[in-house]
């Protein structure tokens, strides 16, 4: 059974850079059948897709967050990570790393989520 | 990009039938069938129920459809439960690569 993990802290300072991580088990994030990605939540807020990859090293981005955002990957620890730079309040919320089928519009599987606080 | 363009909220009936559309452009909605579905209970990881337009995962009730025509798509629930009050969010693939999710629509069932 494929599992996602996000790990990372729960509280970064205002202008310091948010990094997380999603550990991947039951699955190989090397396979050409998935792309893997960041969607985050802002409490009592909507979905917003942050940004995905696929095996291959292509990454793809929110345009609104695309200057802040960077997604890259650990193949030998079956890792991906997600990185926001100058982060504000704006970006607190609970972040979910979720796996998508290739060529379809299939988010299956899901992280549980990890709530980051943007606070000094 | 803009979000996807839902109502905020909906409700019905124990029984009823109820739809909840999804907005979109020509820059996305309207040229992928690369649309889905999720629902989200309060405190909840989001579920998969409706990808590529009106295709239905493994384990999703039948009671959960959905369609498209042109820059909208829809999700109806038939024969509402108790247990499909939830938050409901549409997402679609965008003629730039990227992906752009709806605002989400809270149904109440009365």
């Known amino acids: 059974q494929l599992q996602l993990q996000e790990s990372g802290p729960g509280l970064v300072k205002p202008s310091q850079t948010l990094f997380l991580t999603c550990t991947v088990s039951g699955g190989s994030i090397s396979s050409s059948t998935y792309h893997w990605g960041w969607i985050r939540q802002p409490p009592g807020k909507g979905l917003e897709w942050i940004g995905s990859m696929y095996y291959s090293g292509s990454t793809y981005y929110n345009p609104s967050l695309k200057s802040r955002v960077t997604i890259s990957a650990d193949m030998s620890k079956n890792q991906f990570s997600l990185k926001v730079s100058s982060v504000t309040a704006a970006d607190t919320a609970v972040y979910y790393c979720?796996?998508?089928?290739?060529?379809?519009?299939?988010?299956?599987?899901w992280g549980q989520g990890t709530l980051v606080t943007v606070s000094s | 990009q803009s979000a996807l363009t839902q109502p905020a909220s909906v409700s019905g009936s124990p029984g009823q039938s109820i739809t909840i559309s999804c907005t979109g452009t020509?820059?996305?909605?309207?040229?992928?069938?690369?649309v889905s579905w999720y629902q989200q209970h309060p405190g909840k990881v989001p579920k998969l129920i409706i990808y590529d337009v009106s295709k239905r995962p493994s384990g999703v009730s039948n009671r959960f459809s959905g369609s498209k025509s042109g820059n909208t798509a829809s999700l109806t629930i038939s024969g509402l439960q108790a247990e499909d009050e939830a938050d409901y969010y549409c997402n679609s693939y965008t003629d730039s690569s990227t992906w752009v999710f709806g605002g989400g629509t809270k149904l109440t069932v009365l």
């Open positions: 979720a796996r998508r089928l290739s060529s379809s519009s299939s988010v299956d599987y």
């Open positions: 020509s820059s996305d909605v309207g040229i992928y069938n690369y």
